[in-house]
């Protein structure tokens, strides 16, 4: 059983589009970050939360912490080819020390 | 930013045979890395943890005597595949853990692609 649960897992739009991925749990974490990878290359930061409810920004991407520190969702404005990857989401438990525990994946693609 | 290095990026292996993959942090030290799985369109499962000096921890179902963590340095950790077979090939990723520690900040290496004939 997955600790951190993403949906959906799999998405295909077209540019100019919005989407949402949702990272789920029923476990408290103290961080949470996502991350995009690319094919063949190692993952990277896009974001760390920290406080529950906090919404951080950056360029067309929005990514908020839910209350109870438990979920997360990382929302992209009108999509562009450039945002193709695999998102993922990644938390240390609250007293699970500095271990991260990524989530299962969403594999975004957009397109012309 | 924080750099972390693997080496090497791809190595094909015939079964049977011994690879090593190395993981480098090039402008920090990192008393912690990790190391990490991943099969083709799924996410990262963490192997081990390891720690400069002191003797790796496995997540369960992580064969040690398999994998072969070495964390000999401040700045190198490597992951031994022993006598591999053709499931073991996968792509592996190290992460070295940052300065900000509250925050598991932590900086990926770029991935060792590994495939067994």
């Known amino acids: 059983t997955q600790l951190l649960e993403q949906s959906p897992q799999f998405l295909s739009i077209q540019e100019g589009e919005n989407l949402t991925v949702y990272c789920n749990s029923s476990?408290?974490?103290?961080?949470l970050q996502w991350y995009r990878q690319e094919p063949g290359e190692g993952p990277v930061l896009l974001v760390t939360?920290?406080?529950?409810?906090e919404v951080k920004k950056l360029k067309r991407l929005t990514f908020q912490f839910g209350d109870a520190r438990k979920d997360s969702s990382l929302h992209i404005t009108a999509a562009q080819p450039g945002d193709t990857g695999l998102y993922l989401c990644?938390?240390?438990?609250?007293?699970?020390?500095?271990?991260?525990?990524f989530g299962t994946g969403t594999q975004l693609k957009v397109e012309l | 930013g924080a750099v972390v290095s693997q080496h090497p990026s791809r190595v094909i292996c015939k079964s049977g045979t011994s690879v090593k993959i190395e993981c480098r942090s090039l402008?920090?030290?990192?008393?912690?890395m990790f190391w990490y799985r991943q099969f083709p369109k799924q996410s990262l499962m963490l192997m081990a943890t390891?720690?400069?000096?002191?003797?790796?921890?496995?997540e369960q179902g992580v064969e040690k005597d398999k994998f072969l963590i070495n964390h000999a340095s401040l700045t190198l950790s490597t992951l031994t595949v022993t006598s591999a077979h053709p499931e073991d090939s996968s792509f592996y990723i190290c992460s070295a853990l940052g300065l900000r520690i509250d925050t598991g900040e932590l900086f990926f290496g770029e991935g060792s692609r590994l495939t067994v004939l």
């Open positions: 990644a938390g240390i438990l609250t007293g699970g020390g500095n271990k991260l525990t």
């Open positions: 476990s408290v974490f103290s961080s």
């Open positions: 402008d920090f030290q990192a008393t912690t």
């Open positions: 939360v920290v406080t529950g409810g």
């Open positions: 390891s720690n400069e000096g002191s003797k790796a921890t496995y």
